[in-house]
């Protein structure tokens, strides 16, 4: 059983649209939960990260946790087409200073 | 903004050979780690590190992979005998301490290695 799941994609929006990304995973005692972005050939870069259930709004991006579903999901209002990335969900299972498990990520592709 | 650098940005070795992948963490951070990812595919954990000494590890880094802190900022990994499936990404990140109400893993660049 996959830790954590994401629909590889691609998604495909046009400019301006919201995007929706999803990701479940499979430990209830994940404790920490991530979005990192990632372009082709770099390294991931954090978006957002949240802890608790409900909604956590940073400018463009809105993460959603529900920890009773087990689904944490992004959304990113105004689609630029720089947004267009690979987008990875990231759990931290055991919290603490444990290791960060990454789902195989969402590529979103924002259409001029 | 601090941030976490990996030298070199690029190493192509030949089979068997060794190499060291270096790291400079976040300087107040305290825990460290080494993660992977083969063209195509996600990014795996390789092993964290605190306190001077592993503390979690995965079934990739086998005993052909060691970590060391040699002083007070770089962090490395070292692959004694390298084989064509580790040609992949290398990304070093650390964290802050628990605590402090930052779980962040900050990323490095990494280092792209290819294994002929």
């Known amino acids: 059983q996959k830790e954590v799941e994401q629909n590889s994609g691609p998604l495909s929006v046009p400019e301006g649209a919201i995007a929706s990304l999803n990701c479940t995973y499979s430990?209830?005692?994940?404790?920490?939960f991530f979005w990192y972005r990632q372009y082709s050939g770099k390294s991931p870069e954090l978006i957002m990260s949240?802890?608790?259930?409900g909604d956590k709004e940073d400018g463009r991006f809105t993460a959603q946790l529900n920890k009773a579903s087990q689904y944490v999901s992004l959304l990113i209002r105004d689609s630029q087409p720089s947004d267009s990335a690979t987008y990875l969900c990231?759990?931290?299972?055991?919290?603490?200073?444990?290791?960060?498990?990454f789902g195989t990520g969402t590529k979103l592709q924002v259409i001029p | 903004e601090p941030e976490v650098t990996q030298t070199p940005s690029h190493q192509v070795t030949q089979m068997g050979q060794e190499v060291i992948l270096r790291c400079v963490p976040i300087?107040?951070?305290?825990?460290f780690y080494w993660y992977r990812q083969i063209l195509g595919q996600k990014v795996e954990f390789l092993v964290s590190?605190?306190?001077?000494?592993?503390?979690?590890k995965s079934e990739i880094f086998d005993d052909q992979f060691s970590v060391e802190r040699p002083d007070g900022s770089n962090f490395t990994l070292k692959i004694r005998s390298t084989k064509l499936e580790d040609s992949a990404m290398y990304f070093c990140?650390?964290?802050?301490?628990?605590?402090?109400?930052?779980?962040?893993?900050?990323f490095g660049p990494g280092t792209r290695l290819l294994v002929l």
């Open positions: 590190f605190y306190n001077n000494e592993i503390s979690e």
């Open positions: 990140a650390s964290r802050d301490s628990p605590g402090t109400g930052e779980e962040t893993q900050y």
């Open positions: 300087s107040n951070h305290l825990y």
């Open positions: 430990d209830r005692v994940s404790q920490s």
């Open positions: 990231a759990v931290n299972l055991w919290g603490g200073y444990q290791k960060v498990t």
């Open positions: 949240i802890y608790s259930n």
